[in-house]
Nanobody, 128 residues
Framework: VQLVESGGGLVQAGAPLRLSCAAAGSPLSEYVVGWFRQAPGKGREGVAAISRSGGSTTYADSVKGSFTVWRDDAKNTVFVQMNSLRPADTGVYFC??????????????????????WGQGTQVTVSS
């Protein structure tokens, strides 16, 4: 599956932004999907994930209450709504997919070794 992120950009602190992760080549419904980010000079961190069913979501403590992830399998797309953005949210945001045709274990998204596909990333810059 090919993953393409979009929606990044430059915003002021406090503004919202919505990122999209569109999949091509395979039904995204067979994948647990996660969002990761990498700030300048730092390692990659997971920020949100959503199960195949959409019934389970997880968030990093730093974004709980301000980020919301959901999926629209009819559009083969996963979204993350980011509200009240802070300069600390600046980074390249990646979506990632874990192929699980016979399971739906969102906990696997905490292990990058479980991830089968990555998008190319989209830059989010939050100015103070």
């Amino acid at each position: 599956v090919q993953l393409v992120e979009s929606g990044g950009g430059l915003v002021q602190a406090g503004a919202p932004l919505r990122l999209s992760c569109a999949a091509a080549g395979s039904p995204l419904s067979e994948y647990v999907v996660g969002w990761f980010r990498q700030a300048p000079g730092k390692g990659r961190e997971g920020v949100a994930a959503i199960s195949r069913s959409g019934g389970s979501t997880t968030y990093a403590d730093s974004v709980k209450g301000s980020f919301t992830v959901w999926r629209d399998d009819a559009k083969n797309t996963v979204f993350v709504q980011m509200n009240s953005l802070r300069p600390a949210d600046t980074g390249v945001y990646f979506c990632a997919a874990d192929y699980q045709p016979f399971s739906d274990d969102i906990r696997r998204m905490t292990r990058e070794s479980s991830i089968d596909y990555w998008g190319q990333g989209t830059q989010v810059t939050v100015s103070s």
